[in-house]
């Protein structure tokens, strides 16, 4: 499954950004999905999932309350929406698709990933 991430901007702190993640060619419904974040310098961090048809939702402690993730399966597209962005949210996102499942919260969930859309949040 390919996945293709949009939606990566320049903001100041405090705005808000929805990034999109799509399947071109191929459907998601079938997959639990997830995003995750790559700061600088740093390793890959879970930041939100969902299950297949969207019933359940999870989210790291750093960004609970502010970020929503959601998934479309007739429009075949999942979103992250962000608000209240802060400059330690700077990051380059990755979407990721797979079972998920009891591993929802880490790598070994998921078998496909999109090459990432970088959020750049300053003060």
């Known amino acids: 499954v390919e996945l293709v991430e949009s939606g990566g901007q320049f903001v100041q702190a405090g705005e808000s950004l929805r990034l999109s993640c799509r399947a071109p060619?191929?459907?998601?419904?079938?997959?639990?999905m997830a995003w995750f974040r790559q700061r600088p310098g740093e390793d890959w961090t879970w930041v939100a999932a969902?299950?297949?048809?969207?019933?359940?939702?999870y989210y790291a402690d750093s960004v609970e309350g502010r970020f929503t993730i959601s998934k479309d399966n007739p429009g075949n597209v999942m979103y992250l929406q962000m608000d209240n962005l802060r400059s330690d949210d700077t990051a380059v996102y990755y979407c990721?698709?797979?079972?998920?499942?009891?591993?929802?919260?880490?790598?070994?969930?998921?078998?496909?990933y999109g090459q990432g859309t970088q959020v750049t949040v300053y003060s």
């Open positions: 969902i299950a297949r048809h969207g019933e359940h939702k």
């Open positions: 060619g191929d459907t998601i419904r079938p997959y639990g």
């Open positions: 990721a698709a797979g079972v998920g499942g009891n591993y929802y919260y880490t790598r070994l969930g998921y078998d496909y």
